[in-house]
């Protein structure tokens, strides 16, 4: 199978930089994955910078899950082929832990929240504010507040999951994915929505960016 990324990346000598001479946040180099009968990645490379969004587009089966699993840590160091490297330095990934400790943030496309809990508590799930080994839940709401408030959602930190509509429980993932300081953000659920099919390769497409020299 072959991947391409946006033109300008493959193309680019060396390592990849902004106008400013910053190294990307995030790069991928020739990443291929194997499994059992099927090579699912066949020297993939991708590279990111802060500020930007992409689309990975491609048909089912094209390899988007197995690359933001890689990203992710789900198939750790050792599984696959290729680099990773954030700001130039080469990581490792052992499992997923490790890829959220330098601020991967994954949002799968199985529902990970709570539904009995509040939007508060499964933001913070697993990291709620303690003092003595009590949740300290006037902080708690807090923080939810001001993580909400930062994303302009008027959702209020109260109301149980449970309640929210299929958009709004996505907006909560990834209002937690935040909050865990993410500084790379993978939507993994846009590609529960039905679409059509893009042909068979898997593009990375520049949907949007913040460059300061304002480049298209
Ligand atoms: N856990 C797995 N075991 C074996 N084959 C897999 C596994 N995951 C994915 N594949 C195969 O790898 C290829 C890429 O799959 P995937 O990354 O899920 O594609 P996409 O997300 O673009 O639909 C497919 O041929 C798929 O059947
Ligand atoms: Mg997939």
């Known amino acids: 199978m072959d991947i391409s990324v946006s033109p300008g990346d493959i193309s680019r000598a060396g390592r990849p930089t902004d106008a400013g ?13 194997r499994f059992p009968g099927v090579l699912a990645l066949d020297r993939v490379s991708f590279d990111l910078h802060a500020g930007e969004i992409h689309a990975l587009v491609g048909e089912n089966g094209a390899g988007k899950s197995t690359l933001m699993n890689i990203l992710g840590g789900v198939y750790p160091h050792g599984t696959y082929d290729g680099e990773i490297r954030i700001k130039d330095e080469v990581q490792r990934f052992d ?31 697993g990291r709620e ?53 993410a500084r790379i953000l993978v939507d993994h659920r846009a590609s529960r929505r039905p679409h059509r099919q893009h042909g068979s390769n898997v593009r990375s497409r520049r949907a949007s960016r913040h460059r300061a020299d304002g480049r298209p």
Request: aromatic fraction near 6%; charge should be negative; glycine fraction near 8%.
């Open 21 to 33: 001479g910053t190294p990307a946040l995030l790069e991928m180099r020739e990443i291929s994955k």
């Open 95 to 125: 499992g997923v832990r490790a890829a959220e400790d330098i601020g991967i943030a994954v949002v799968h496309q199985e529902l990970s929240l709570v539904p009995e809990f509040s939007i508060a508590e499964n933001i913070f799930l």
């Open 129 to 181: 504010p303690r003092r003595f080994g009590v949740i300290e839940r006037e902080s708690l709401y807090s923080r939810a507040q001001r993580v909400l408030d930062e994303l302009h959602l008027t959702l209020e930190p109260h109301v149980p999951v449970g309640y929210l509509g299929i958009g709004q429980q996505h907006l909560v993932e990834i209002a937690k994915a935040l909050a865990r300081d």
